[in-house]
């Protein structure tokens, strides 16, 4: 519904998610954002999440392509 209102959640490695404002935040994720609507929220995702390769991958290429 367009009404609703959700925050942006980010995990340890890096990935982001819009959940439901008002609900707990779930283990291994912390909030980024108050509460705002789904359009507000998808534009923080979409200015904020410029890698999505995991923070736990992100040196792997780099490093694989250096020891080639």
Do not use: C
Not at 17 to 38: C, D, F, H, I, N
């Amino acid at each position: 519904m367009e009404s609703d209102q959700f925050i942006v959640v980010i995990n340890a490695e890096g990935q982001y998610s819009l959940w439901p404002a008002g609900r707990p935040v779930p283990a291994g994720w912390e909030a980024r954002t108050g509460a705002g609507t789904k359009a507000e929220s998808l534009a923080y995702v979409d200015a904020h999440w410029t890698d999505m390769t995991p923070a736990s991958l992100r040196g792997m290429s780099s490093a694989s392509t250096a020891a080639s």
